[in-house]
């Protein structure tokens, strides 16, 4: 950092660990490793105007945080907008006045100087003079850690794109020290999470948050605790969806949203969806999305109500279907309850390893099993292109013992320095040649519906009895209910509605038909299906006739006209 900047150096904890892991991703070149992703201005603007920072009012007597300013994306707007308050103050303060209305905090090293550069620019610009400026900037900006740095204790508006950075990136003892100030890191969840924990606890009374980030702590596991934090000391207020809008710079794998929260008692929250990235569109969309509360719905603006209770996935559908899934939720039982089990299929470690074509796999006979893969059901039905997958696993528990199975150990011995750099390998290294998840042969005798994770629609299919799944692939298996008539249940549009609502949407429209969101379809018990809806289900199934499973699952479900309605009809 040149020398000439004075930065106001934030105080790290006393443990040099922690110190020089900070040092390090204060250094750290790239800005994926940064989780640095930057946001187009009329988001930036849109985003300001949802949160109430703008130019008509005394901005002067607001306080802004920015947690990660980066290359100034926000904070060079904000600045521009609290400058043109000031001025247009009738007796506006002293502009050394303006160092307490601004906090930004940078932890990369070269980003801060460069940005700190730009702000004193920008001030120089708006007529304040150069030492006014530099000291001004120097008040404003921090250069640290924004979840360890000290920060006064309140601001009136928070607002930013936090770094998007999975745990693996950072520092087991940073993580550590992380961990220990916010609980809100469960699970993996990402490093915005406890961003997002942070900035909500440093708002005033009449604070507001407003930040562009991935939506998938909203419905996943490791959102749980930030959800439970939000529903009982905020208020959602305003969710933008964003995904496959150019939001960013650059194009993004990651499926963003606008939110707003704030210290009021729970209301309306108002919701829009995948607006143009346009500036008199985004004007417009913020005026509707920050009216008095008692307009109506429109076509670009929702209202729900609700949305945050306790740790629960935030369900932001059409009230319509929001109320036909609560509906269904507390008329049938969650599909688990009703004997059926949902699992996922095998993970090896090292597919080029342990999965090859089941005759050409040199082991014993009851050491490999026949493998489906999801190539195998892409046409709806099982078609097996012969790939079979080693099991190295005792029926009893643990690992066979090699020199009971020649030809295993043999073909494994050949492949030892792959499987042994394995991250599950190095940890247990008598263990070497373990697959990731066990493997039950049973399994491969219990006829079975396949669910690939991806997919716009659902896709269901019926494998009879003779095939392992493999991890891309999720299953069902039933005690009591027929699975042909389970698979037309799971192809109607009610099973996509459970899904929907309770998945994190991917570009492109699609779902995750993970477990954790299969396991929230509700059905009845078999024993409650009429004997001749029964059959109709069944033959609906063996036909693949979509309409005819949304036909009969509505029956089955008793949807009234109106709640057909809400999914679209039957056809």
Known sequence: MPPQIAVRQRAFPDLCPVTAAVEALSNAGGVEERGAIFTRREVVDFILDLVGYRADRPLHEFRLLEPSFGDGDFLLPAIDRLLAAWKAAAMPPPQEALGECIRAVELHRDTFARTHAAVIARLTGHGIAARSAEAIANRWMVHGDFLLADLPSSFDVVVGNPPYVRQEMIPAVLLAEYRSRYATIYDRADLYVPFIERSLRLLSRVGALGFICADRWMKNRYGGPLRALIAKDFHLKVHVDM???????????????????????????????????????????????????????????????????????????????????????????????????????????????????????????????????????????????????????????????????????????????????????????????????????????????????????????????????????????????????????????????FVATYSTRMRGGFLRFQAQYLRRIRVPRWSDVPAELRGKLVDAAMARDLGACNAHAFELYGLTEQEQAALGGAA
Request: hydrophobic letters at 35%; charged letters at 30%; one cysteine or more.
């Open 243 to 497: 995904t496959d809008t150019p939001a960013f710079h650059s194009d993004v794998i990651a499926y963003p949203a606008i939110t707003v929260i704030t210290r009021e008692k729970p209301g309306i929250t108002r919701l829009a969806r995948r607006p143009r990235i346009d500036a008199p569109v985004l004007n417009r969309l913020a005026r509707q999305l920050t009216a008095a509360e008692g307009s109506q719905d429109s076509g670009e603006v929702r209202e729900l109500r609700g949305v945050a209770i306790g740790d629960n996935p935030w369900l932001l559908e059409a009230a319509d279907q929001l109320s036909l899934v609560r509906r269904l939720e507390q008329d049938f039982p969650a599909i688990e309850e009703t004997g059926c089990k949902i699992g996922i299929g095998v993970a090896t470690g090292s597919d080029q390893v342990f999965i090859g074509p089941y005759e050409e796999l040199d082991v014993e006979d009851d050491r490999k099993q026949p493998l489906v893969m999801t190539r195998d059901i892409l046409n709806g039905t099982v078609e097996w292109r012969g790939l079979g997958v080693i099991n190295p696993a005792a029926d009893d528990g643990g690992l066979v013992d090699l020199e009971r199975y020649p030809r295993l150990k043999r073909y494994l011995d050949t492949r030892k320095a792959i499987l042994s750099q394995r991250h599950c390998a190095q940890k247990t290294p008598g263990h070497w040649y373990k697959t990731i998840d066990r493997i039950t042969p049973s399994l491969t005798r219990k006829p079975k519906l396949l669910i690939p994770d991806i997919k716009g629609e659902a896709h269901v299919v019926y494998e009879e009895g003779r095939l392992y799944p493999h991890h891309n692939l999720y299953f069902i298996t039933a005690e009591q209910w027929d699975l042909r008539a389970l698979q037309a249940v799971l192809l109607s549009r009610i099973a996509r509605l």
